[in-house]
């Protein structure tokens, strides 16, 4: 078995997340994690303002021997429809594109049409083992 160093880890993240533009979209909680593993965008939420958001992060950290970042800044998705947010996922292209990411939310929620859901700073946490 073969392993990443952390110093390797944090490369990776920092050329393919901190120093480049990807942005983070929100999926309905009726997505399955093989859906989400394959690609599959069918369920993600489009109908709030505006397309995926921007997101920048810190630096690559080491968190229990994995290289860790989190999103720097609060991100908000505005005039939501009523729905149930299950997953965020990170992706190469504000429309279309690829899954660089994906992972389930700590609190599913539900919105309400019009409210906004927002990522509070440093919740996004993404890892390399």
């Known amino acids: 078995m073969a392993n990443l160093s952390n110093y390797f880890e944090e490369q990776i993240l920092t050329e393919k997340l901190v120093n480049s533009t990807v942005y ?23 109908a709030y303002t505006g397309d995926r ?20 800044a609060n991100i908000d998705f505005e005039d939501m429809p009523a729905e149930t947010v299950g997953y965020a996922v990170i992706m190469d292209a504000q429309t ?16 309400n049409s019009g409210d906004t859901y927002r990522i509070p700073s440093g919740d ?3 890892d390399l083992d």
């Open 24 to 46: 983070v979209g929100l999926i309905s909680d009726t997505a399955t994690d093989a859906d989400l593993e394959s690609g599959d965008l069918t369920n993600e939420i489009t």
């Open 53 to 72: 958001k921007s997101i920048s992060f810190t630096s690559p950290t080491q968190v229990s021997g994995k290289a860790t970042i989190e999103n720097d």
């Open 96 to 111: 279309a594109g690829n899954i660089l990411y994906w992972c389930p939310a700590d609190n599913v929620k539900t919105t």
């Open 124 to 126: 996004l946490t993404l």
